[in-house]
């Protein structure tokens, strides 16, 4: 089955630095990357999605990167912001078989003053 | 608006009880998953139904049961509960382009 793995399990830093979450994953089946935001104490919300026919896709602040040779995708979020602090997590999928997701085990993401 | 929702959204039991948590969603969505999540593990996907009495195990399905007897609703049992069954569950459906769309969780303890 599919594994994904994600880097860093934590990661610090400076209001209005940029953040970067890299993800890799094991089926070259998969073709469907969603990432989603979990606040503390709330649901995963879905915050951007890729699928494998694209490199890349941008939602202001927020894009995603995808290279399917080397089965790694990335997120990366610009100009942060206090509210960007939570717990990201980066799934994969392939069409067919339930089109199960499969999730990495979370970056906790802290924006400081 | 269409939601996700889940009760109890929390729970204390013993080990050795029968629980039942329950999800109910307005979305109209066909696929419906039940997730686990403990710290640093990320979701594990327990079960899911592609529609009513359509049932599929997940990663981690021992232990667990459920049942699908309508569209809008998908429970989940612990026929008998242990303390490392004690986590934050998550129900969930699935649209046609493929978002998960998750209910509030319920917070479980076993004791």
């Known amino acids: 089955g599919e594994n994904v793995e994600q880097h860093p399990s934590t990661l610090s830093v400076q209001e209005g630095d940029s953040a970067v979450i890299k993800c890799t994953y094991s089926d070259s089946a998969s073709n469907y990357f969603p990432w989603y935001k979990q606040e503390l104490g709330k649901r995963p919300q879905l915050i951007i999605d890729i699928r494998s026919n694209v490199g890349e896709k941008k939602d202001q602040r927020i894009a995603v990167t995808l290279n399917k040779t080397a089965k790694h995708f990335s997120l990366h979020i610009t100009e942060t912001q206090p509210e960007d602090s939570a717990v990201y997590f980066c799934a994969a999928s392939r069409s067919g078989g339930g089109n199960k997701l499969t999730f990495g085990t979370g970056t906790q993401l802290k924006v400081e003053l | 608006d269409a939601d996700v929702t889940q009760t109890p959204r929390n729970r204390i039991t013993k080990t050795g009880k029968r629980i039942m948590l329950e999800c109910s969603q307005t979305?109209?969505?066909?696929?419906m998953y039940w997730y686990r999540q403990d710290p640093g593990l990320g979701l594990q996907l327990i079960y899911y139904s592609f529609d009513v009495k359509d049932i599929n195990k997940g990663e981690i399905s021992d232990g667990y049961s459920v049942s699908r007897q309508a569209q809008a609703k998908f429970s989940l049992s612990l026929e008998s509960a242990i303390p490392n069954q004690t986590a934050l569950y998550f129900c969930?459906?699935?649209?046609?382009?493929?978002?998960?769309?998750f209910g509030p969780g319920t917070r479980l303890t076993v004791l």
């Open positions: 979305k109209g969505h066909d696929r």
């Open positions: 969930a459906t699935k649209s046609i382009t493929g978002e998960q769309f």
